[in-house]
């Protein structure tokens, strides 16, 4: 059964138009995961709705050397890479469906080269940042505050190669959901001890980041 209705496949149509370049999508999954099936038919259901969309699927234990280069530990989990196959530190871990396509695709616009502008005041803070910084985003699917996170976690990633950021989808990781403690979501982890709740201005962000030693 298809994911979109009619009305949102035009929209998403629409939007995808604007893409600048390929991007590919790399889902990996192993065996009968937890929501992995769906995950595949929503990723191929994206990817059906440009051609500068690419799909391609490795096995978390088969394809090992792929998860390393990625950094994939999770499943499902998504990768973005752009036209020139590379990967941009940006990752989703669960399926990005609900309130979170709103963060799947300024991500897909963004690898694609199709960046958004950013006031150079902020753009002189990220590109400043010379430490290795992880970002973790909690999330649910019915959280209508939680895109705004991931967007921002994604958007410092693909403008500093020192981070790294991910989206993970709370229900389907319950194990991490309780390893951070999350208990209300949007819930931002940077570097497993600094921690933000809700959808955090990017300063706040840049605060966190700048602080730690």
Avoid: W
């Avoid at 990817?47 to 690419?54: E, G, H, R, S, V």
């Avoid at 973005?80 to 709103?102: M, Q, T, V």
């Avoid at 996170?149 to 958007?155: D, I, R, W």
């Avoid at 981070?163 to 403690?181: G, H, P, V």
């Amino acid at each position: 059964m298809k994911m979109f209705d009619a009305e949102l496949e035009k929209q998403l149509k629409d939007i995808f138009n604007d893409l600048a370049g390929d991007v590919t999508i790399a889902l990996f999954t192993e065996g009968d995961c937890y929501s992995c099936t769906e995950t595949r038919s929503y990723m191929q259901e994206v990817a059906d709705l440009n051609d500068k969309i690419k799909f391609v699927e490795f096995d978390l234990k088969k394809d090992a050397q792929k998860a390393a280069d990625y950094n994939v530990e999770l499943v499902p989990s998504i990768v973005l890479l752009d036209g020139k196959g590379d990967y941009k530190r940006i990752k989703f871990n669960g399926i990005p469906a609900g309130h979170e396509i709103n963060s799947l695709i300024p991500a897909l616009m963004e690898v694609s080269g199709a960046e958004s502008e950013m006031p150079k005041e902020l753009t002189d803070r990220i590109e400043a940042i010379n430490k290795p910084i992880d970002i973790k985003v909690f999330v649910t699917l019915s959280c209508p505050h939680c895109p705004g996170a991931v967007q921002k976690a994604h958007k410092l990633a693909l403008m500093n190669p020192n981070i790294r950021a991910e989206m993970i989808e709370a229900q389907t990781f319950a194990e991490l959901s309780d390893k951070y403690n999350v208990s209300g979501v949007p819930k931002i982890v940077i570097n497993d001890e600094h921690e933000l709740v809700g959808n955090q201005p990017l300063q706040a962000f840049l605060d966190t980041i700048e602080a730690i030693q």
